[in-house]
């Protein structure tokens, strides 16, 4: 595909907890997949001043191919993050394809990089990582969902979590003819190459499905808050009515144990949500809590002082070239901003020219076209100066 971030295998490093950022943070870059088919399931970034409202670079298209990153050649839940360095990026992400069921899944992706443009990864496999972790065998493991990272202080390591599902672990439901899957959420560690992870600990059982987990660190109440879907069809847990929502739980460290608020958080709406997401506002101590509104059409942002009282603040539709699905929010520099806009605007580009028609070129054109665009791709994949990439840009819109 025209124009997608290089992504190649080699060493990475670790990956920062997501805290409120001071200056020189000016932007808010959004990473996500958009839909349920093997294009859709692919990384795509959109850039915003305010954290609510969103444009999407790369004209929404791909940024990095999923087919050289992934087993299943296609991903789902990006969650980026900034490492420790301030200089070092990180994602990791479900490796996943939709359209194999969803059932079908058995690992994730660990993505490094110093540019956001030309990214290192290592996919992990859980089966064939743990031949003989009791119950994560081909045939019962069923879903790794949605990775995250976090540093945890006492162990002095990154941990990564995420949603393990089992078909051994599935319960009955009020419909005689569905059994619930069962998701329970697990951790582990990263080396420092960031191209491994130990042994999956059980950090979280809700008692029935619990998806999406996202923990951030509240500094004024001093605990780890555990943001989490209740994946469950309505069934009762310990007195409580489960439907598909946002809920919160809180530790003294990030690997539990989790004390959860029974309540569930989204406004506005009752609608069944995913992927919720929190970051905090440049030069605020308020926080976003986002999620998608799958069914609606719609992402729903809400705010908060204290990461447990939220205020609904808007809806942001999803349409045109912004259709994100599970994704993260982290804060960039305005140099980091230029980068990635030189690089789209190049990409388009290249696009543009690598598409045009063939009536509408010269027989000089038609000659020319190849070499010029094997330039540009050379460019692409081998820089991430804004000046180098602009003139590129510049040189293929005077193709004539």
Not at 18 to 38: H, M
Not at 231 to 248: A, C, L, Y
Request: glycine share 6%.
């Amino acid at each position: 595909m025209t124009g997608m971030l290089a992504a190649t295998l080699g060493a990475m490093v670790p990956v920062q907890a997501q805290t409120a950022e001071p200056s020189p943070y000016s932007s808010y870059l959004f990473t996500f997949f958009s839909n349920n088919s093997p294009y859709g399931e692919q990384i795509r970034y959109a850039l915003s001043d305010d954290g609510y409202n969103y444009t999407s670079l790369n004209q929404g298209r791909p940024v990095v191919a999923s087919d050289t990153i992934a087993l299943k050649k296609s991903i789902r839940d990006p969650y980026i993050t900034r490492g420790r360095d301030g200089k070092t990026f990180y994602m990791v992400m479900t490796d996943m394809r939709s359209d194999e069921g969803w059932q079908s899944n058995d690992g994730l992706i660990l993505m490094k990089s110093t540019d956001l443009i030309h990214w290192q990864h290592t996919a992990i496999d859980f089966p064939t990582r743990f031949p003989n972790l009791t119950g994560f065998d081909r045939k019962n493991l069923h879903a790794v969902w949605a990775p995250q990272i976090i540093w945890d202080d006492e162990a002095g390591k990154y941990m990564i979590y995420y949603s393990i599902g089992r078909h051994d672990w599935e319960y009955p439901t009020e419909d005689p003819n569905f059994k619930q899957p069962y998701f329970k959420l697990f951790y582990s560690y990263v080396n420092e190459d960031f191209t491994d992870i130990t042994e999956p600990k059980l950090l979280f059982d809700f008692g029935t499905a619990a998806i999406d987990g996202d923990i951030v660190y509240n500094p004024k109440a001093k605990e780890y808050v555990l943001f989490f879907k209740d994946e469950g069809r309505s069934v009762m847990n310990k007195g409580f009515r489960t439907r598909q929502g946002v809920m919160r739980a809180t530790a003294p460290r990030p690997t539990g144990p989790y004390t959860i608020e029974w309540r569930h958080l989204q406004k506005e709406g009752q609608y069944p949500v995913e992927g919720s997401s929190v970051f905090p506002l440049i030069g605020s101590d308020e926080y976003v809590l986002m999620y998608d509104c799958y069914a609606q059409g719609f992402y729903q942002f809400c705010k908060s002082t204290n990461l447990k009282d939220f205020t609904f603040v808007q809806n942001t539709k999803t349409h045109g070239d912004f259709t994100p699905r599970h994704g993260s929010v982290m804060h960039i520099t305005q140099a980091e901003r230029e980068r990635l806009e030189a690089w789209s605007e190049l990409s388009i580009a290249v696009n543009d020219l690598r598409t045009r028609p063939v009536p509408t070129l010269t027989l000089k054109q038609l000659e020319l076209r190849p070499a010029l665009l094997a330039e540009a791709q050379k460019v692409l994949d081998t820089t991430s100066d804004p000046k180098t990439m602009a003139a590129m840009t510049k040189k293929l819109k005077k193709f004539k």
